[in-house]
């Protein structure tokens, strides 16, 4: 079973790609399942946000409903169980597009009346789909519910104005920051290549072809508290990644623990399997319980160390950025992106000091660094900036 989320900000064109996402996937035999906008459910049964109910209040019952909707989907997954292997969820929204309307603490107190953490939300769902607003880039295709004029385009409970809707955005992506499979497809290109692009990105994860992580890989010099706070990064986790034993020398398995004390932490299973280009590997990856973590733990390769390091999450340019600090090096630092294809254009945020791309370079793979927790190999200047 696949969930995704399809987010952004209003007018992105979540509805025209969800009904896509329907036709075309079960025409190829999967069972779509629709997790609808659970604050225009309650808009569309009368509960109108700041008219006839409190913010705060309106907050409280968009999170239920969202709460008993994906449950419902859960449990009809439980009760045919023959369609599960093959199955989508599709959520229009998911709960921490919340914080673009309330602030964290706030939203943290009402998961821990329902006994959820952070954590427990965000890893919901394998992937995050974020449609940037017509408002931003696309303006005179965004339509809402301006009180000046009669069309309401397709959502009468639209009632951002343009900057409104931009600032919604902006909100909405930052709150997402740190899902490990946070995509984000703006409006650089026409309408119908941005809906392409995120529709690929679903087909890839369902292996249709087959799911590829194309990465590009640079050290660069390891910024200082300051030049962090430049980047403008909404998240820092803490990773600790171990490496189990494999009997395929193609096949590299892991187990990963990610998060903080204050989110909870999120735990994760990965196979990634080598092809013929470096940058392309083919991975499959799935949250797993803390109960499983624990019993492949029992299987972890005796002769790597563990991988400890702090990541931090940003957006520059509107392409999704991991920085990882190591505590085996004060100086040095790895700077990642994940692509749609090779030749994507690429720019790096100019207070990061390059030393040298290491894309191919096995020294500075994660399972390298297990065997010795060292960057020994790297050059003693910086090369670019």
């Known amino acids: 079973m696949l969930k995704v989320c399809v987010t952004g900000g209003p007018g992105g064109g979540k509805t025209y ?8 996937l079960t025409s190829r035999g999967y069972t779509v399942l629709i997790c609808n906008e659970a604050a225009t459910e309650l808009y569309n049964s009368g509960i109108r946000c700041n008219q006839n109910i409190k913010l705060e209040d309106f907050q409280e019952l968009v999170l239920d409903t969202q709460l008993y909707n994906e449950a419902v989907l859960d449990k009809f997954l439980e009760l045919y169980p023959e369609k599960k292997d093959k199955s989508v969820i599709l959520c229009d929204r998911g709960f921490i597009d919340q914080l673009a309307y309330i602030d964290k603490d706030k939203f943290v107190k009402m998961l821990k009346k329902r006994n959820l953490t952070f954590a427990d939300v965000l890893s919901r769902y394998d ?48 709150a997402w920051i740190g899902h490990p499979h946070l995509r984000v497809f703006d409006n650089s290109t026409d309408y119908q290549t941005k809906i392409k692009k995120a529709t690929k990105e679903v087909f890839n994860l369902l292996g249709e072809p087959s799911p590829k992580e194309i990465e590009r890989k640079f050290l660069i010099k390891r910024p200082t508290k300051e030049e962090l706070n430049k980047l403008g990064f909404i998240s820092k986790n803490y990773i600790i990644q171990n490496y189990l034993l494999s009997d395929n020398e193609n096949i590299e398995k892991r187990i990963r623990l990610r998060g903080t004390n204050e989110d909870g932490f999120i735990f994760f299973y990965t196979e990634k399997i080598t092809g013929k280009d470096p940058k392309e590997r083919i991975e499959y990856e799935r949250v797993i319980s803390n109960e499983e973590y624990l019993a492949h733990s029992l299987s972890i390769d005796p002769n790597l160390h563990s991988i400890k390091k702090t990541r931090y999450c940003f957006v520059y340019n509107n392409q999704y950025f991991e920085l990882d600090e190591y505590p085996f090096s004060k100086d040095y630092a790895i ?35 297990a065997m010795n927790l060292s960057f020994d190999s790297v050059p003693k200047k910086v090369l670019k900036k």
């Not at 607003?133 to 104005?161: F, Q």
């Not at 692509?339 to 399972?367: A, C, G, R, S």
């Open 127 to 174: 992937a995050v789909l974020h449609l940037v607003t017509a408002a931003n880039g696309a303006e005179k295709y965004y339509v809402w519910n301006n009180p000046n004029s009669s069309d309401v385009g397709n959502n009468a409970a639209r009632r951002e104005s343009p900057k409104e809707a931009r600032e919604k955005d902006k909100i909405t992506l930052e």
């Open 335 to 369: 700077l990642e992106i994940e692509l749609d294809n090779l030749e994507d254009e690429l720019m790096l945020p100019p207070t990061i000091e390059v030393i040298k791309e290491v894309t191919d370079d096995n020294n500075y793979k994660n399972h390298s660094l």
């Open 17 to 24: 790609i969800m009904s896509k996402l329907y036709d075309e």
